[in-house]
């Protein structure tokens, strides 16, 4: 008899409360691993409902829609003959919970509650369930639903955090978040003689994060041993996340499958072929571990299940699957992959409009957000060209085209899909007129050009006719408060006109449907508050608008050498950035961002990151950035104590001023662990005093002594 056992895990593109579409996609994954000869096969968390489902977890529905779902997927004899692990909530008690239910030939042979709940950073999952908290080798008898009795007679399923014994080895369970935590129940499971640890995910990306992840997947199978299958949700849930998948298997620390990061798929299964005898190898090895393994006194409920894993015999064709080198995007990668599959399945999903449209500026952000939609209409074509008829379908549904056509190249998709339009002024520069028409020419958008100057006289006409004062601009001799009214016009009124615009050009050319209007501001911009409310900024969606200016940058740089003949996206990377919303004098531009906003973007990303990640208030952010950014000696660079702190209150300062501009956000693609989303991720007062006056206080008589101390340094000098 071998050892060898056929496992798999995947990536479901799952939708919340698509309860229709999330249970063909589960179904297809389970007769794929079945083809593919798997004798066990997990899926992502929640996957019945989806894991985004947010307050409709609330609704008794959800949970009784999960039930009939899982009631006909426990009655297709297709699905028999394999371990199914299947991720749904359900109520006992009264009591919500967040479960994994393991099925066998059409009966539930246990349900496995999660134990430690994700409620951090974009995470609320004790907003709707509640932790297992019962000892381990305690477990419940749960009265089925008829919907389940009614197809076997099956009254009752074991529930706790309990194990699968099948003939020959032990399976045991971990979903997502539990393995982050300081006392993982991988562990106690492998101390427990469980030799394949289960994971259901519902991980989403963020930017360089993958790697804190899959090292934690990684150690734990390095240090203890066994077998670790993860699977995890993919794509957009309907709301600000994107899923990253990347489905692993795991033996003793090396990986043997590895599911994609970013994909079309709506369905990817992994499977490998895996040996018992390397784990009971390397596990009997390690002395310290087995001395653990036998004080061990955390003990689980064991399901025994007639059911053997193993090959029963010899096969000369079937060997272990080989390791593997693991797979990592650069962060330029992640940006042009990750929003653009958040932007396909938002599009694909949303039931009416035709494509998206941009009010292209000429400048960087603008840019980087068209070029997140190239490669959009990019992985598209290639999705097609590799025979996905799914994407075809959802492409010509979108585009309102007949089943015989499919396009030539990537262009063509961008045309029908992807609309843009300079909106200019009197302030607005030939350069960056030109920039924006040669981009959209060569992604092949559907492009416009108009001049807005009538439409900005009229407004301020018509103010000048009510007050009998007319604005003018600072640089003709205009207060800061004309100034600043003249400048918001403009980008208001872009607002409107791209909604106008979004609306009707798909009319124009003789099409239907709306399209979806795309800001472009990024979190650096948005967390100094540097834009108008009610601007550009203001659309129903915004990729970039939780990427650094700095990322953005590199971001373009990649673009410009992974696609073909984009030679102008060098033009953009070199322009210095500009509202262009002040008049122009002598051919020279009067206003630049970073002048504008008295920090520079570089500056902006410490500060951000300062703030959120690392919980800093404005007088521990000064202490941090004394260290690092203050001036040595007279031969290095850097800044004085001073000027650090100004630099630090002038952010605070217009942090407070604008913070709420933030409760009004476009609802921006989640990619950067700094992100301002006020939704849920960045939660604080929408009134802050300005002043900071404690603090800044603090840092002021700190900054006295050190001149003070300096002072005393150099005469002694």
Known sequence: ??????????????????????????????LIAKKQGSKLRIGSELEIT?????????????????WEVLADIIKDTRLYNILIDVGMPLLFENCRYNCRVIIYNGIIQGIRPKKWLANDGNYREMRYFTPWMKPDDYTIKLKLPHVIQNINGQEYAKMGNLTIDCLGTKIGFETCEELFTPQSPNIDLSLNG????????????????????????????????????????????????????CALIVVNGEIVAQGSQFSLNEVEVITATVDLDEVRSYRSSVISRNMQAMANTNLFTNIKIPFLLEEGKANSSLKPTSKKEIRYHLPEEEIAMGPACWLWDYLRRCGGPSGYFIPLSGGIDSCATSMIVYSMCDLVFKAITNGNKKVLADLQKITKQNKEWVPENTEQISNKLFHTCYMGTSNSSNDTRSRAKALAERIGAYHTTLNMDSVVSAMVTLFEVTTGKKPIYKIFGGSSTENLALQNIQARLRM?????????????????????????????ECLRGYLTKYDCSSADLNPIGAISKTDLKKFILYCSEHFDNFSILKDFITAVPTAELEPIVEGKYTQQDEADMGVTYDELSEFGYLRKVEKLGIYSMFIKLLHKWVKKCEKTRGLTPREIADKVKHFHKFYAINRHKQTTLTPAYHAENYSTDDNRFDLRPILINSKFEWG?????????????????????D
């Open 1 to 30: 008899m071998t050892n060898l056992i056929t496992v798999s895990s995947c990536n479901l593109n799952q939708w919340a409360l698509d309860f229709k579409g999330n249970k063909e996609r589960i179904i297809e994954s389970i």
């Open 50 to 66: 989806g894991y985004g489902c947010l307050d409709h977890f609330y609704e008794n529905d959800t949970i009784t829609h999960s």
């Open 194 to 245: 469980v030799e394949i640890i289960c994971n259901s995910s519902g991980s989403h990306h963020e930017l360089r994060k993958l790697n804190q992840r899959l090292d934690l997947i990684i150690n734990a199978t390095k240090r203890c041993g066994g077998i670790y299958l993860y699977a995890n949700q993919i794509g957009c849930d309907g709301d600000r996340l994107y899923y990253d998948g």
């Open 496 to 524: 409107v006109l791209s909604y106008l615009f979004a609306q009707l050009l798909p009319w124009c050319r003789n099409s239907s449907g709306g399209l979806l209007v795309l800001g472009s501001s990024n979190v650096d």
């Open 696 to 716: 800044s206080s603090r840092i002021d008589s700190l900054v006295e002594e050190l001149e003070k101390a300096e002072k005393e340094i150099m005469k002694l």
